[in-house]
């Protein structure tokens, strides 16, 4: 058997293992688990919340069986990039920083961010001299992050950053800073559950409105258009409303 032949067949091997790939039967998602009510875990260690529910409305549309596995939010990018997962469902905004390392489908919900306080503050408004002299918390890692260390921090406010949301919620639940910003609609489900008694609503925080999409490794577009068209779908057929309307009053799209 001569070199050419096992080149030649070396190459054919290789195209239909590509070929294979790219039909996407079998997808392996991660979400965070600490993002309530976007994605949580439970007391049995499921995965809930409708990033959950949304990533298995997708596998459904695109007749896939998925795997959702949870995975740390620092962690999160650097796991895909590694092939440790296919595709990232997790409330993840669309950010030029975040493309150079990896793409995003389609959008499958906007939110702007918000600043909430505690019941009994003076904060009048969510600018830079509003915030002057008081501490604010956020995730780290995240558009709320970036926005309090770049707007805020630079500023000479003191930002505080988490490695989870529900660290920050607690602290400000605890009276440990003064103001958490954050993706609204996280806020907006714990102010009616577990910060109903402490925190208020301050305000959004104009022009901060972001795209949140499924991430996916540069490459993979086969990947990421049947993401696209099964987003159309359950758009088009009534699945996305109905499982936003598990989780909010209102349109997310």
Do not use: H
Not at 49 to 61: F, H, M, Q, T
Not at 131 to 157: E, L, P, R, W
């Amino acid at each position: 058997m001569n070199k050419t032949f096992l080149t030649i067949a070396a190459a054919i091997v290789a195209f239909a293992s590509n070929a294979a790939a790219q039909d996407w039967k079998e997808i392996r998602i991660a979400t965070e688990g600490a993002y309530p009510p976007f994605n949580t875990l439970k007391a049995d260690g499921t995965l809930a919340g409708l990033d959950v529910d949304i990533a298995n409305a997708l596998c459904d549309e695109m007749k896939a069986k998925c795997t959702i596995v949870a995975q740390d939010w620092d962690g999160i990018i650097p796991g895909l990039m590694a092939n440790k997962y296919d595709a990232i469902i997790a409330s993840m905004s669309i950010t030029e920083e975040r493309k150079q390392k990896i793409d995003f489908t389609n959008k499958y919900y906007t939110t702007p961010l918000a600043v909430i306080v505690p019941k009994d503050s003076t904060l009048a408004g969510v600018g830079v001299e509003d915030m002057k002299g008081k501490s604010v918390g956020a995730q780290a890692s995240t558009t709320q992050g970036n926005y309090a260390t770049d707007i805020y921090g630079k500023a000479g406010v003191d930002v505080k950053l988490y490695p989870t949301q529900e660290e920050a919620a607690a602290d400000i639940q605890n009276g440990r800073i003064d103001a958490l910003i954050s993706d609204k609609f996280v806020v907006v489900d714990w102010l009616n559950n577990a910060g109903k008694d402490c925190c208020k609503m301050l305000a959004d925080v104009p022009g901060t409105a972001t795209e949140a999409g499924i991430g996916i490794r540069k490459g993979d577009d086969a990947l990421r258009e049947k993401f696209n068209k099964a987003i159309d779908a359950i758009v088009a057929n009534g699945t996305y409303k109905t499982i936003v309307s598990k989780y909010f009053p209102f349109d997310i799209y």
